[in-house]
């Protein structure tokens, strides 16, 4: 294991983004969630010092770039740079193509892609300064697959396997490492209200025939993050039953 090492995770306060704050935790790391949902992040707090651990909690609009900027850079300083970035946020706006307003496009690519661009060219200098890095870029098959009705969600997930392999050609020799995690249909608060009938067609392409949870999204996470991924970069690891294969 490196020197302990400040990890920032974006989308912290519930589901995927929770997970993988614990599982971060579990490293032995400094762990800074940030969130727009002060509740939530509240809710965090709890779970964590329940679980025995402390985390930073930041409650930050992604897509304020003064604000996210102000809020990493006065991390960075803190901790003497930024080791780990997690950038988990995301947002849907589904509708069909026809159908789909500006607003709704640019929304998502404005939460999902932009915001992501914004944390990591902010958080690399430390890392490139410091010869560490580890960004890990959560995507989803939708980005790989395409997904009707989700257009704007699958190209803001497209785009970020794009960004993260271009970003690990560039920092590659600095010992900083990109890559993405691709989650399928994996159980959160808002798949859980789905219909029945929904949950099973999704599990009929599914290979394993069933959903992921969150903590095998965590789990890949603290794998990239931790030494033994140190010669994996620019990669897409699927989390997802086999589904986008």
């Given at each position: 294991m490196s020197e302990k090492k400040l990890a920032v995770v974006t989308g912290a306060a519930r589901g995927i983004g929770r997970a993988i704050v614990l599982e971060l935790l579990k490293q032995d790391r400094i762990v800074a969630g940030l969130d727009i949902n002060a509740e939530q992040l509240g809710e965090l707090e709890d779970v964590v010092q329940k679980a025995g651990f402390t985390v930073i909690t930041k409650c930050v609009d992604i897509t304020d770039t003064d604000q996210l900027t102000e809020t990493l850079e006065s991390l960075a300083s803190d901790y003497g740079g930024?080791?780990?970035?997690?950038?988990?946020?995301?947002?849907?706006?589904d509708k069909l193509m026809m159908q789909m307003k500006e607003e709704d496009f640019d929304s998502v690519i404005n939460v999902n892609l932009r915001a992501a661009f914004i944390a990591t060219a902010?958080?690399?200098?430390?890392?490139?300064?410091?010869?560490?890095?580890?960004?890990?870029?959560?995507?989803?098959?939708?980005?790989?697959?395409?997904?009707?009705?989700?257009?704007?969600?699958?190209?803001?997930?497209?785009?970020?396997?794009?960004?993260?392999?271009?970003?690990?050609?560039?920092?590659?020799?600095?010992?900083?490492?990109?890559?993405?995690?691709?989650?399928?249909?994996?159980?959160?608060?808002?798949?859980?209200?789905?219909?029945?009938?929904v949950k099973n067609a999704a599990k009929q392409i599914i290979p394993v025939r069933r959903f992921g949870h969150v903590e095998d999204v965590a789990g890949a996470v603290a794998f990239l993050a931790g030494d033994q991924a140190g010669y994996i970069t620019g990669q897409v690891l699927s989390v997802d039953g086999g589904m986008a294969m």
């Open positions: 930024i080791g780990i970035l997690v950038n988990n946020a995301g947002i849907t706006r902010i958080a690399v200098r430390s890392m490139v300064r410091n010869k560490f890095g580890r960004i890990i870029n959560l995507s989803s098959v939708a980005g790989i697959m395409g997904q009707a009705g989700s257009s704007n969600y699958a190209a803001s997930k497209a785009g970020l396997i794009g960004m993260t392999k271009s970003i690990a050609r560039e920092v590659g020799k600095k010992n900083v490492t990109a890559n993405c995690i691709a989650p399928g249909f994996i159980m959160t608060e808002m798949t859980e209200v789905l219909p029945d009938a």
